[in-house]
């Protein structure tokens, strides 16, 4: 057998694996314990949602769907790149989508980059960004754009801002450092006391996002690092930075947590392999020193 056969058979083979994983559904659940979490939240169950990027499993997302409403959650919280970028644009179905699941329990957006870039695409006198954010928000959905909203619960209350990370900040293959008061001037301080969870797409500014006061970063961008690995993880982010330091998991730093979701679609490179499947991140919160009566989930 010639090399070149060999490798055609190769990328012929990976192309295969990469068709199949791409359809599969893969729930990665994760507890998360902070003394600042009320009474009232510990045992509630977040589900976390990234990067669909205007994918469809199974017709009008029906699948997906039901995936998500068989995990019972309290709140879904999606941490960016639900949609494409595309011109011209077309993001209504997935709005639909999130409004079905408004019908679920509170639904929480935060924007990626690719809905930042919505905000160029011109449709009529407004932009394709207006145009989605007020569909989802006519279906019960809240959009956090820079903005913070306040979960209560008998009594308890937590914080979930929604960062819209300027777009100078997705360097292709390097990093640009993040200016000091960067957060604070976009975000304001955060509430002295309360359990606040930051919905922060890209995810390699964790260190800031951890210095600015979220106790819990809920990220995605990095697609699982679209090839993952055996011992190295993910080869590649999409934006071309080669084994990322947060590619999928979970991460802490002193108090703070950040989960990353391996998300649910891709673009541009759509390929998934080594085990790269498609991502629902179910997050259950507890109360530090509260007794546990829920297993541990599998955190890979
Ligand atoms: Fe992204």
């Known amino acids: 057998m010639s090399l070149i056969t060999l490798g055609a058979l190769t990328a012929g083979g990976l192309l295969l694996c990469s068709e199949y994983e791409k359809k599969q559904l893969k729930v990665r659940r994760y507890e998360i314990s902070h003394q600042k979490i009320p009474e009232s939240f510990d045992g509630v169950r977040l589900v976390m949602l990234a990067d669909l990027h205007a994918r469809s499993f199974g017709e009008k997302n029906n699948r997906l769907y039901e995936e998500i409403r068989a995990l019972a959650p309290d709140y879904i919280l999606t941490a960016g790149d639900m949609i494409l970028k595309t011109q011209p644009f077309d993001t209504e179905e997935t709005a639909r989508f999130l409004g079905k699941l408004a019908g679920l329990c509170p639904v929480y957006c935060g924007n990626g980059n690719h809905e930042l870039k919505l905000r160029q695409i011109k449709a009529g006198r407004r932009t394709a960004y207006d145009w989605y954010t007020d569909s989802l928000r006519k279906k019960g959905v809240r959009v956090l754009s820079d903005e913070t909203a306040v979960l209560e619960r008998a009594g308890g209350r937590i ?9 100078a900040y997705y360097g292709k293959g390097f990093h640009v450092p993040m200016r000091p008061d960067y957060l604070v001037r976009k975000l304001g301080e955060p509430a002295e006391g309360r359990f606040h969870i930051l919905l922060g797409h890209y995810p390699n500014y964790f260190p800031e ?25 993910g080869l590649m982010s999409p934006n071309y930075e080669f084994f990322p330091a947060y590619d999928r998991g979970l991460y802490r730093q002193g108090r703070s947590a950040m989960v990353v979701s391996g998300g649910l679609g891709t673009h541009s490179i759509n390929v ?20 546990r009566q829920e297993k541990h989930g599998n955190q890979g």
């Open 159 to 167: 914080d979930v801002t929604g960062l819209d990370l300027g777009l």
């Open 209 to 233: 996002y951890a210095a600015w006061g979220a106790d819990l970063i809920l990220a995605g961008h990095m697609h699982g690092g679209t090839v993952r690995l055996p011992s190295l993880g």
């Open 272 to 291: 998934r392999v080594g085990g790269n499947y498609p991502e629902i991140s179910l997050i259950c919160l507890r109360r530090k020193g509260q007794a």
